[in-house]
Nanobody, 124 residues
Framework: QVQLVESGGGLVQPGGSLRLSCAAS????????IGWFRQAPGKEREGVSC????????YYVDSVKGRFTISRDNAKNTVSLQMNSLKPEDTAVYYC?????????????????WGQGTQVTVSS
């Protein structure tokens, strides 16, 4: 059974940091592309970052470049998103998603499995 479980969300002040983790079961992460998406109230789901298994490339949406870092731990079968210098506009539910391909895609409809999401709130 394929399962993705996110953790690490919470409330943080502007300028603070959070580390999200996504634990995978039922498959081996290093064969597939794994991404992070977010959805704020009233907005469409947005791709934030992705880790490609084809060549280890990483991708980020422009608004988080230099602040967020995606990483994968093959031994633990997890993927993490380190978020620094958080801003109120980063507030959203964050989801990890698996694409049963080796390369990343911007479209959320290209991802086959999703976690349940974790809330990130950036507020003073």
């Amino acid at each position: 059974q394929v399962q993705l479980v996110e953790s690490g969300g919470g409330l943080v002040q502007p300028g603070g940091s959070l580390r999200l983790s996504c634990a995978a079961s039922g498959f081996t992460l290093d064969y597939y592309a794994i991404g992070w998406f977010r959805q704020a109230p009233g907005k469409e789901r947005e791709g934030v970052s992705c880790f490609s298994s084809s060549d280890g490339s990483t991708y980020y949406v422009d608004s988080v470049k230099g602040r967020f870092t995606i990483s994968r731990d093959n031994a633990k079968n997890t993927v993490s998103l380190q978020m620094n210098s958080l801003k109120p506009e980063d507030t959203a539910v964050y989801y990890c998603a698996l694409r049963t391909r080796t390369s990343c895609s911007n479209g959320s409809d290209q991802y086959d499995y999703w976690g349940q999401g974790t809330q990130v709130t950036v507020s003073s």
